[in-house]
């Protein structure tokens, strides 16, 4: 590095540079530098896994806390609009120049002269190092981000935080540090170039966050076997919804049933299929915390009433109704479509469709198809965005006649529906964070 980063793009432009990939799985490199920062939290962390409904869950868990008092940490990933976005304290994003502080002393750590140490490497996948001699260790953006997001909260003395996992699970930075609660929120195939072509074999990565006489909170009712086998084998206290837990819904209301009965809740602010789901999740890792974080039922009304996660079944004001969602996989579409189907009959659909091309983009279009009337695709402008040709091509393989208009940008989709739309039809945007970040900057244009 000639110079040194002075603002957070400029760090977050060094950040991208330092690694040859951006996934790059194992803690061996991570667990060095954070030994050398000597970030090791003296407060409870809660680590979140699963292949969907990990930003709710997190956010859930956040406005519980706040409300309950708690001063919170939280660190999600990826971000819509600002970096700043993925780490928070208190509910407030931390500042550029605290970020550029912490990303600063990463730099130092990683790239520190190190003496005393032995002349081979004790890992087979760090670089040789020989006595005195600087060790510098590469670091992916994500890791470096997982460190910083840990260095602002022992700095700021949290009384909890909340972790969210970015890739698996057993291979992932956040797993660096030791959790008193793991959630895993669901399983269901998604980046099986790194995690494995079965939800069994994504299973075993994402159970790699459980730890030993700890509880383990699973929040979907269809449990693969590797995760009660994981829990077992290490001796994690497993509750999985529909066996140690469960909710039932009624037209205003939803009750818990866990340890204690929990009735007359109120749904959460977040909407979608799967949010009560969610929600029980979160009550289930509260009572497993409660003797250690304790959260009063007042607590968890206000939070599950107040929460906030953009991009998640987002509804902007207005006619036609505009729906913002990140589902990005098959999982996700399908919550996407149920929720969909609840709601009042549009006369039409237009759907505002951008994805990344290593996705199941006909998998996604399986799920959403009854859904829509009109697709409007659109490319995504970053090294693995699909162009909207070729979602058009995927869409015509998949749906008999469906009605496709190809767009450069979803800026130029939207800006098409806005026009075309009715005021009683409504527009959904998703496919990618990268599809509802650009419908969020691009409001002005087609609104």
């Known amino acids: 590095m000639q110079h040194k980063p002075q603002s957070l793009l400029d760090w977050l432009l060094h950040l991208e540079s330092l690694h040859p990939k951006t996934v790059a799985l194992g803690l061996e490199r991570v667990v060095e530098v954070k030994q050398r920062l000597h970030l090791e939290p003296a407060f409870p962390a809660i680590v979140v896994g699963g292949t969907n409904g990990k930003g709710s869950v997190c956010a859930m868990l956040e406005a519980i806390f706040h409300a309950a008092g708690y001063r919170v ?17 208190a509910k407030q994003p931390v500042s550029d120049t605290e970020l550029c502080a912490s990303f600063e002393k990463i730099e130092k750590a990683r790239k520190k002269l190190v003496y005393d140490i032995e002349v081979c490497s004790p890992s087979p996948t760090l670089p040789r190092r020989e006595r005195g001699q600087p060790h510098e260790i590469p670091l992916t953006y994500f890791e470096f981000g997982t460190l910083a997001a840990m260095q ?52 075993i990565e994402k159970a790699g966050i459980f730890r030993a006489g700890k509880p383990a909170i699973f929040g979907d009712t269809d449990m693969p076997q590797a995760i009660a086998a994981q829990a077992q084998q290490i001796g994690a206290r497993l509750r999985c919804l529909g066996q ?29 299929a799967y949010q009560l789901n969610n929600a029980s999740t979160v ?16 607590a968890i009304r206000r939070g599950l009433t107040e929460v906030e996660l953009p991009g998640r079944f987002q509804v902007l004001p207005g006619k036609p109704v505009v729906i913002l969602d990140v589902a990005h996989n098959p999982h996700a579409a399908r919550s996407l479509a149920k929720t969909l189907s609840s709601m009042p009959a549009s006369p039409r659909t237009y759907a505002v469709f951008a994805m990344l091309k290593d996705k199941n983009m006909a998998g996604v279009v ?10 409007l695709v659109a490319g995504i402008a970053v090294p693995r965005g699909a162009t909207g040709e070729e979602l058009a091509q995927v869409l015509k393989q998949e749906v008999d006649d ?5 767009f450069a940008t979803v800026t130029e989709a939207l ?30 244009v087609w609104q």
């Open 73 to 89: 940490g939280c660190y999600t990933s990826p971000h819509l609009l600002h970096y700043n976005e993925r780490v928070r304290i």
């Open 152 to 203: 602002c909260f022992i700095s700021h003395d949290v009384e909890v935080a909340i972790l969210e996992v970015g890739l698996g699970g057993r291979l992932d930075a956040v797993n660096v540090f030791d959790s008193d609660c793991a959630v895993v929120t669901s399983i269901d195939i998604d980046h099986t170039e790194y995690l494995g072509d079965t939800r069994e074999k994504i299973a």
């Open 283 to 298: 009550l289930a890792a509260l009572e497993e915390l409660n003797e250690l974080l304790p959260v009063s039922m007042a």
């Open 366 to 375: 399986q799920e959403l198809q009854w859904q829509v009337d009109t697709w």
């Open 415 to 444: 800006h098409h529906a806005s026009k075309v739309a009715g005021e009683n039809d409504r527009i959904v945007a998703f496919g990618s964070f990268y599809t509802v970040a650009e419908a969020m900057r691009a409001k002005s």
């Open 244 to 272: 140690e837990f469960s909710f039932k819904a009624g037209e205003l209301q939803w009750d818990f049933h866990g340890k204690d009965r929990r009735s007359s809740l109120p749904f959460p602010a977040l909407r979608g």
């Open 402 to 406: 469906a009605e496709v208009l190809t």
